[in-house]
């Protein structure tokens, strides 16, 4: 018996990679159980080039919710206070606390995840070829920045009906089961994921759960999948997202059926989880359903979250989202628009929302961003990374910053084709200083806890200070956000006896001994006590 012919509905069963498509894509679906959905308003404020608005507020109630009670005024006016009470009591601060409760407890994440170094990787422009092997070949040097997480924007075909740019989205995805031919075959997929596998890497993939592209294979096969208007038309999850078409997530076939897709790739091609796009858009008990019966496949999952400010999201479903907030303040910091001490005011905000040992995912340039190094030089796209990656958190590098590319990473990059400049003459030798602060943080606990001490300076409008620690060792981090030179003190216990922490590839900072320093513009230097001596 062949594996087409042992597929059947209501089955997961892995296929090869001959498999034909149209079979295995029949047998994803099998009936569930239809879970509640929200809803939620739009948030004025954009998150980014690909994406039009969203909240940052998970709504526990829509209007039309069954537990919205309408009381009556049928009974004396204390009574119908008093159960009016009662009903809010009910519907509203019983599921504020019940979410706090699950919110509290969080996704228990691996260990290493703490210590890890993720590297966004966007297959099309990582290379001049942009297919797989390319990738293959470069993760020596991946392995030598520091990286432990490789993370792939979508590898599956992408839709050309209504497409954006000359190429179109990676996440105006044609087919949930297939591989992108301009990447290459299945085969070289595999061949990617158990090269990094065996250095030590772990690969996840992006996922676009919320919708497809119009051309999409289920647009065929199973119309009834989708989101229509009053008049029956398929729309799209929002009218600026015009080369997409919305799932319907109340319907189980469709719950079902992208369960089983990532189980298709958790066991078909051994990745080690997803990261999910726009995962706001999708019901949060579908991934905590979804994360349930993953686990069981791969017990080590790691699943990445695009959303912000959304602490219910990393209760069950996921274990890290990405620091939106803080990448906001650093842009408003580093455009002169807000004193240095916007990042610890958001920081500190971020930390409010959250239950400690919350992961968020720091970054400065990605697939939505224009690159740090075009918006502030090269000197200023240092400093912004040198913080990410001594915060706490998982730092994240994007498609060749560890060169110095100045070429295009959001519209019309990720519509067209514009390879990574690997040559960048000039520059300074950033991989050796960011795979130096990439060692610190796999060596000193002291970077991955979740302790960040903040520190006072006289110069706090344009330099940042703070202490991070363990039982072993204390580093003061000091951070210039200015382009000019400054000169200040820093309060820190015990200052006289932190020593300058020389990092590979950086020229000596100019001659200071805390609690005073000196810092050149966008100029930056980490200080080490040991408590062992």
């Not at 602490?311 to 807000?338: C, E």
């Not at 330099?463 to 003190?489: A, Q």
């Amino acid at each position: 018996m062949t594996r087409r012919e042992k597929f059947s509905p209501g089955a997961f069963l892995p296929t090869s990679p001959e498999r034909s498509c149209g079979a295995a894509r029949e047998l994803f679906i099998r009936s569930g159980t239809a879970l509640r959905t929200q809803r939620r308003p739009p948030d004025p404020k954009p998150n980014s080039l690909r994406h039009p608005p969203h909240t940052n507020v998970r709504w526990i109630l829509a209007p039309d919710s069954p537990h919205c009670h309408t009381v009556k005024p049928i009974l004396p006016r204390l009574t119908t206070r008093l159960a009016f009470f009662g009903a809010l009591c009910a519907t509203v601060l019983h599921p504020i606390c019940k979410a706090q409760e699950a919110a509290a407890s969080g996704t228990k994440s691996p260990e290493w995840l703490r210590r890890s170094v993720v590297y966004e990787l966007f297959p099309r422009n990582f290379s001049a070829a942009g297919d797989f092997n390319s990738i293959t070949e470069r993760l020596g040097e991946l392995e030598k920045l520091g990286v432990d997480l490789l993370w792939l924007l979508p590898i599956n075909p992408t839709g050309q009906k209504m497409k954006k740019g000359t190429l179109g989205s990676p996440y105006a995805v044609r087919d949930y089961l297939a591989v992108n031919p301009d990447c290459g075959t299945p085969a070289d997929l595999k061949r990617l994921v158990d090269a990094a596998h065996q250095r030590g890497m772990k690969v996840i993939l992006d996922i676009v759960a919320g919708h497809t592209s119009w051309d999409n294979v289920l647009m065929k096969d199973h119309p009834e999948f989708y989101k229509r208007d009053e008049q029956g038309n398929i729309i799209p999850p929002n009218p600026d997202w015009t080369d997409v078409a919305a799932l319907d997530y109340s319907k189980p076939e469709v719950r079902r059926y992208m369960i089983d897709m990532l189980k298709f790739w958790l066991t078909e091609y051994k990745v080690d989880g997803f990261r999910s796009d726009v995962a706001f858009t999708v019901p949060i008990e579908f991934w905590e359903s979804a994360r349930a019966e993953l686990e069981a496949v791969h017990p080590e999952l790691i699943m990445l979250a695009d959303a912000n400010a959304q602490p219910a999201l990393l209760a069950k479903a996921f274990n890290m989202d990405k620091s939106g907030a803080l990448y906001s303040a650093l842009s408003r910091v580093m455009s002169g628009i807000s004193p240095a001490t916007l990042i610890k005011q958001s920081w500190e905000s971020t930390r409010k929302q959250f239950p400690p040992g919350a992961l968020h995912l720091r970054f400065t340039d990605s697939h939505e961003n224009v690159r740090a190094v075009a918006r502030y030089g090269i000197n200023g796209a240092v400093a912004c990374q040198v913080l990410m990656m001594t915060l706490d958190g998982v730092p994240l590098f994007y498609n060749g910053m560890e060169v110095g590319d100045a070429t295009e990473s959001a519209d019309p990059a990720l519509f067209e084709k514009m390879p990574v400049n690997w040559s960048t003459p000039g520059r300074p030798p950033l991989r050796l200083v960011y795979g130096h602060l990439a060692k610190l943080r796999k060596e000193h606990p002291a970077f991955c806890n979740d302790t960040v001490a903040w520190l006072d300076s006289d110069v706090s409008d344009d330099v940042v200070t703070f202490l991070r620690k363990d039982e072993k060792d204390e580093f003061v981090v000091c951070i210039n956000f200015s382009s000019r030179l400054v000169r200040g003190s820093v309060e820190v216990p015990n200052a006289e006896k932190f020593k300058v922490l020389k990092i590979d590839g950086t020229p000596d900072v100019p001659a200071s001994m805390l609690p005073d320093f000196i810092l050149n513009g966008y100029g930056w230097v980490i200080y080490h006590r040991s408590l062992r001596e």
